[in-house]
């Protein structure tokens, strides 16, 4: 009997033994596929957080002038009554921006030959120029010009993308806690424009030799300063 209790207790031992050293190589196995996606939550978190933090509202208004032979000023009476519209506004033609100005109520445009037009506004547009346009043909809606849908979305913005990078520059740990980033994590990005320029954080931070790095880079549709919709890149990556 008391070789029998002896036996059992080694062969428990010896199972435990087995039991361990099995789960110490599963571990060795799965750690670094956890680590990985652990790694790659991460910077998916960052990159969302980012992109919220570059984010603000565009609301867009489209305009068309049923005047036959406008002159080349219009002045559109009670657009931002009937509209709703903030003075942060910039006004664009198919093309390019064209020249706008507010007067109260009115807003005026210089048409450049052109009839139909989007007036944008956010709040990271600048106030826009006020005061009045002499010759201005006054217009009324519905008897001179003409609004089309009014829309509102949360976009990209290249101002707010430019700023967290120099938040990035000016004060790292700021910007950390603002974007959650978790205690002994570190990050950096850089934007590139849709012509290729690729602007980068000016603060050099070592990377130490034993960490892995990883990286991700998106496209993102941005607004730029003019109020158009262009295509680039966010360069992210996070080590730590």
Known sequence: MK????????????????FMTFIFFIYLITEPAIKVKN???????????????SSANLTTVSIAITQENPQDCVRLSGFFSATGLG????????????????????????????????????????????????????LTQGNGYSLGLMKASDNIFESKVTGLIENHSRDY?????????????????????????????SQNKTIPNNVNIYAKKIPVVY?????????????????G
């Open 39 to 53: 790694q790659e939550n991460s910077i998916e978190y960052l990159i969302n957080n980012l992109i919220e933090n």
């Open 223 to 239: 607004i730029n300063n003019n109020a158009a919709q262009e295509a680039g890149f966010l360069n992210v990556k996070i080590w």
């Open 173 to 201: 740990d700021d910007l950390k806690r603002g974007l959650k980033i978790p205690q002994g994590g570190e990050f950096d990005f850089s934007f590139i424009y849709s012509n290729g320029t690729e602007i980068k954080t």
């Open 87 to 138: 003075n942060k506004t910039i006004v664009r033609n198919v093309s390019d921006v064209v020249q706008s100005q507010i007067d109260n109520q009115d807003l005026l445009i210089v048409r450049n030959s052109n009839t139909f037009f989007k007036v944008y506004e956010s709040p990271e547009f600048s106030a826009a120029e006020k005061g009045s346009i002499t010759p201005c043909q006054q």
């Open 3 to 18: 070789r029998g209790k002896k036996g059992t207790h080694v062969g428990v031992i010896l199972s435990f033994v087995i």
